[in-house]
């Protein structure tokens, strides 16, 4: 499927994760011409290299700060500007019992998972409305809809982020601009594979056994009994950026593997 969006520049944050550069990569195929961001800059530039026939430019940005944001904006702007979002940029967070975190473990999802989203898209969604085109895509959760009692912070930061996409999707809709979200579980990635590392000492069990252990306790609903694979949440991402999705905007789409029990979002 052509999904007729050769030549349009994409804006990638958090670009050198496993979601990121499969979706950077799933975009290039497109004929999509990527920006890059990311704080890790060893890992940026080495994603910048794998894709360096596509990639029109990079940055190393702090996405809490409004200034690094502001000049990320400027360098977008001097290639063309942005016609696609692909925010991926996102941490879990502290974890634990939810009365038991402290004010700077909340602050700290906050800042990270939901107002780095608001910063990048303030400063790049107004270039779009010049064009009268564009596509947002933010990265939420099965948190978001279906929350962890461990995971209070991350829960809470991709529940607004979940609303904040419902609710920029309203008025930028009609102007062109069309905003949604992809809502993956337990994709294969370093996140993941950090919490079944230590799963897996706390257990005195692999790691595969972990993962096994984690779905049969943790995610009964997952029918699909395996991690998802970051092609599969990219795929996702790469046709809400497309122009086959031109009657979407405000969607959460789940790539879960059933995780969510609820029939709705």
Known sequence: MNLNIDGRIALISGASGGLGLASAKCLAEEGVRLFLTDMNEEALRAAVDELHESVVGFYKADLTDESDINTLADKVKA???????????????????????????????????????????????????????????????????????????YNASKAALLSYTKALSLPYGPKGVLVNAVMPAFIESPMTDGMMEKLSEELGVSQEEAVEHFLEKERPYLTLKRRGRADEVAAAVALLCSDRTTFTNGSAWRVDGGAVAAINT
């Open 79 to 153: 290639v063309g500007g942005a016609d696609i979002l692909v925010h991926l940029a996102g941490i879990t967070g502290a974890k634990g019992d939810p009365l038991t975190m402290k004010d700077e473990d909340w602050m700290e999802c906050w800042n990270i998972n939901f107002m780095s989203a608001v910063r990048v898209c303030r400063a790049i969604v107004p270039g779009m409305v010049e064009k009268g085109w564009g596509r947002v895509v933010l990265t939420v959760s099965e948190n978001a809809v279906q929350p962890y009692p461990d995971e209070a912070v």
